[in-house]
């Protein structure tokens, strides 16, 4: 099924962004551009301007246009968690441990998204190898959650980590058996409108954002090997924690 000609060029325009053919500040061209150059009407142009401003990439400007907004950045809460293994490998949260990969992964080589790329050290755009998985329950069938690693080229290229099937323990047992670990994580959480894309392969009703969950993963010298986005619908899903006493919280005599 064809998508709207809105979609499509919002598709392209997106494409553009996380290419960095727009760096953030940037203006985008102006409707009447945007029509004559993908053949549409005005009005189908403004529609795709909208649907990129839904998802927060850019915002209309007075006395300038449309603008691509800059990636937020975030003050981090660190809270404590832990990593779990099973026979099937690592895993980071007991909820998601039964939950299988619903379609064959998409693994490929593609541009890094322009939010991605600095946390691997590489600019927008610059080549990487992406793994995308859809996740859900394997009885029901109801996908649960989106999960995309991207691993710098140079580490990935030739090796196993670029096959669609990477055998018992993933990725990370075979970064590990390639003299990477012990791996180590760290994880930061944050939310997101979805594009409509991620919005069609998780089922997400209009107006639901993502609960999106960016892992690093780094060896013991800092190196980071590899970056998951992990999207799931704030609607179903929220981060639980335990909280524990520090020193200083002793009880009061």
Request: aromatic residues 6%.
């Amino acid at each position: 099924m064809t998508a709207p000609a809105y979609r499509q060029v919002a598709a392209e325009l997106r494409a553009a962004i996380e290419r960095g053919d727009y760096p953030e500040g940037s203006v985008l061209p102006k409707l009447e551009e945007i029509a004559q150059q993908y053949g549409i009407a005005k009005q189908t142009a403004r529609e795709a301007i909208g649907e990129l401003e839904n998802e927060g990439l850019v915002e209309a400007v007075r006395r300038r246009g449309t603008v691509v907004r800059p990636v937020p950045s975030r003050r981090r809460l660190n809270r404590g968690r832990q990593v779990y293994r099973d026979e099937r490998g690592y895993y980071f949260d007991p909820t998601a441990q039964p939950w299988v990969a619903l379609e064959t992964p998409e693994v490929g080589w593609g541009p890094a998204p322009r939010d991605i790329a600095p946390l691997l050290d590489i600019r927008p755009g610059d080549e990487v190898l992406i793994r995308d998985r859809l996740m859900g329950d394997p009885d029901t069938r109801k996908p649960t959650q989106l999960a995309t690693s991207y691993l710098p080229a140079p580490l990935a290229r030739g090796t196993r980590l670029a096959e669609r099937d990477t055998g018992p323990g993933g990725i990370y047992d075979l970064l590990e058996a390639m003299g990477h670990g012990p791996l180590q994580w760290q994880e930061s959480t944050s939310a997101r409108m979805p594009t409509p894309r991620e919005a069609e392969r998780l089922a997400l009703p209009k107006g639901v954002p993502l609960l999106r969950i960016v892992r690093t993963t780094t060896s013991p010298a800092g190196t980071v090997l590899e970056i998951n986005d992990t999207r799931m619908s704030a609607e179903d899903f929220e981060i639980g924690y335990t909280i524990t006493r520090a020193p200083s919280a002793a009880p009061a005599a």
